[in-house]
């Protein structure tokens, strides 16, 4: 299958590793949007991909509604569900809370009937080990109830070549 200029949205864009992956794989792609609030990634994102028009959509809290787009990727904060963080969990007004704003844009594009066609999730393995694993599956049930069906999968760098032993959850939606 040929994809042809899939339009991407980046939430949570970091310094945009999504969109390099379609990239380095050849997908022909256009970022229609990102959402950042990091200033250093922000300049890091501009400057890696030579890209200074595409749309920074600013705090996802201060996001009406998605640009149209085929794809969008989200890695949340972690830090609330990482071994090495503090252990909060998925909840209102943590770092990693900060799912839910996912879930308003969806339920607003639903609304709308702008829903993205794909999804892709990545987080640190933790998602999906016994503590949080209640709440990834709610996850899960509340895309399903979208009308995603959803595929997950724990993925290592260090089987990638990458020299790093990094486990993350990669959900694909």
Not at 54 to 66: A, S, Y
Not at 80 to 105: F, Q, W
Request: glycine share 8%; with cysteine; hydrophobic share 40%.
């Amino acid at each position: 299958m040929r994809w042809l200029n899939i339009k991407v949205i980046e939430l949570f864009a970091g310094i945009g590793a999504f969109r390099q992956a379609l990239a380095n794989q050849s997908i022909d792609h256009e970022v229609v949007g990102f959402s950042e609030i990091d200033p250093y990634a922000i300049e890091a994102y501009r400057a890696i991909h030579n890209d200074y028009t595409t749309p920074n959509l600013g705090n996802i809290k201060e996001i009406k509604f998605l640009p149209d787009c085929d794809l969008l990727t989200y890695g949340f904060p972690c830090q609330d569900i990482s071994v090495a963080g503090y252990g909060a969990g998925i909840k209102e007004g943590t770092r990693s809370g900060l799912l839910y704003e996912v879930e308003r844009l969806l339920e607003t594009g639903r609304i709308l009937g702008t829903l993205p066609k794909y999804l892709i999730l990545e987080n640190v393995k933790a998602l999906i080990q016994k503590k949080h694993k209640p709440d990834f599956d709610i996850w899960l049930s509340k895309l399903e109830a979208l009308g995603y069906t959803n595929y997950y999968q724990v993925l290592n760098a260090k089987d990638y070549s990458i020299p790093q032993n990094r486990e993350r959850v990669f959900v694909v939606s």
